[in-house]
């Protein structure tokens, strides 16, 4: 069956059509499945039985399973493993919080972009995820924040989950589109953050795009030298260009860059990288989001201490570059900045 959720509004409109049923019919499955957040055909009690039928037996509106969920009680973050229809599994992250619940979405199964700071691209690459593959992990996030009591819903979306959202780009437009869509999810783009390495074409088309959301970077260097360390797409796209984009971002939108900075200890954590942070992005508007590094098996790096971290900060505040120290929630599930690895068991998933 065709997993529901790749479809478009307008393709469902199409879909509803060509079964003979008015276009109003379309509106009205679309509102049960991201209004009233149903997992099954047989609840849209307002739909003729024939047409429930035919639904039932084209479209699945659970194209993915839940086969392990954990719950870090401390900061109530939670993380799903699902696997789809292929037999492949994702990571997605819900995260807790006073002002709202933000779930983190994956785009890719595995990362071919090979940080040496995340689990996930040292796992491999497998392939791209559908748009209807990316929406489905919010709607399950979703789904189960309207059964808690009290209800509550998604405030936010982030793409931080497991791949590289920029090279798996039409689906992941296509999911911002469903999440955006005024009589769906009906999310403000501001309220979506799409996170990259560093693709400047990718970042200059997004910035074109209809979408006003928002962008954030993984710098994790001052510097082409350190950064090729960490990330081995700095051996092709120099912070020049990478800036540049940047900037051009910033500009169109007239909006900020975020720009993620994992401080790993003796290899970026320095007052002379914090200085050198500062004079590259000094004249952008943006955000630095100091992220200690979390523990990834076989990388051989280490967490900068707090001493440093707050040294770091300071040399920030000092040129008055906003900056926050972000402890990542969900580490005790290995669910915090740069954990997702997919897999039951955690296996590399190229084996």
């Given at each position: ?14 879909a509803?059509?060509?079964?003979g049923q ?5 509106d009205q ?13 047989e609840?849209m ?11 039932i037996?084209s ?8 086969v ?10 939670r993380k ?8 492949e599994?994702?990571?997605a ?8 619940d ?17 689990a996930?691209g040292?796992a491999g690459f ?6 209807g593959?990316?929406v489905f ?17 998604v405030?936010n979306v982030v793409?931080?989950g ?29 309220r979506?953050?799409?996170s990259?390495v ?7 088309a ?6 006003p ?17 960490l990330?081995?797409l700095a051996?092709?796209v ?34 002379r ?5 500062v ?11 100091l992220i ?10 280490e967490?900068s201490?707090p ?12 040129s ?15 669910a915090?900045c740069g954990?997702l690895r997919?897999?039951e068991h ?6």
């Open positions: 069956m065709t997993n529901f959720f790749d479809l478009s509004r307008a393709e469902l409109l199409q509803i059509q060509d079964l008015p276009r109003f019919r379309a499955v679309w509102s049960w499945v991201y209004r009233q957040k149903v997992t099954g055909f609840a009690s307002n739909l003729p039985a024939s047409l429930r039928r035919q639904l037996a479209y699945d509106l659970n194209p993915a399973v839940v392990d969920s954990r719950t870090d009680e401390e900061t109530g973050t799903a493993l699902l696997r789809l229809s292929d037999g599994s994702v990571e992250v819900l995260m807790r919080e006073p002002h709202g933000t779930t983190c979405l994956s785009t890719q199964v595995g990362c071919p972009m090979a940080c040496t700071i995340c996930t040292q497998r392939r791209d995820l559908s748009a593959e990316i992990q919010f709607v399950h996030f979703d789904r189960s924040l309207l059964a808690q009591d009290p209800p509550a819903m405030t793409f931080m497991m791949g590289e959202p920029l090279l798996n780009y039409r689906a992941t437009l296509a999911a911002i589109a469903t999440l955006c869509d005024p009589y769906g999810p009906a999310f403000g783009a501001h979506i953050t799409v990259t560093g693709l400047p074409q990718q970042i200059r997004l910035a074109a795009e209809h979408y959301v928002r962008l954030a970077v993984s710098l994790h260097g001052a510097n082409d030298e350190t950064r090729r360390q990330v081995p051996s092709r120099n912070l020049g260009e990478l800036l540049a984009a940047c900037a051009e971002y910033a500009r169109v939108r007239r909006d900020r860059v975020t720009f993620e900075y994992v401080l790993v200890k003796g290899v970026n954590d320095s007052r990288d914090a200085r050198q942070l004079s590259l992005i000094g004249q952008l508007p943006s955000h630095v989001n200690p590094l979390n523990q990834v098996a076989g990388c051989g790096l967490p201490p001493e440093a971290i707050q040294h770091f900060q300071e040399e920030l505040r000092r008055r570059i906003p900056c926050t120290v972000r402890h990542s929630r969900g580490v005790a599930i290995g915090g954990q997919g897999g955690g296996p590399k998933l190229g084996s």
